[in-house]
């Protein structure tokens, strides 16, 4: 169904911002699984969940 699909890319959208604002924390800090683990966290919790 295409509602499914569009959820489905906005937890990966949300899931890649948040991977890639990770990984760019831990090239800045040198702190490097940190920021990656925070991202995927901060995707996971804050992502619109689908209904």
Do not use: H, Y
């Not at 959208?13 to 990984?23: I, N, P, R, S, V």
Request: aromatic residues 12%.
């Amino acid at each position: 169904m295409p509602g499914e699909k569009r959820s489905s890319d906005v937890n990966w959208t949300w899931l890649t911002m948040g991977m890639c604002a990770g990984l760019l924390v831990d090239i800045l800090t040198d702190s490097m699984p940190f920021g990656i683990l925070a991202g995927f966290a901060f995707a996971l919790i804050f992502a619109p969940t689908p209904q």
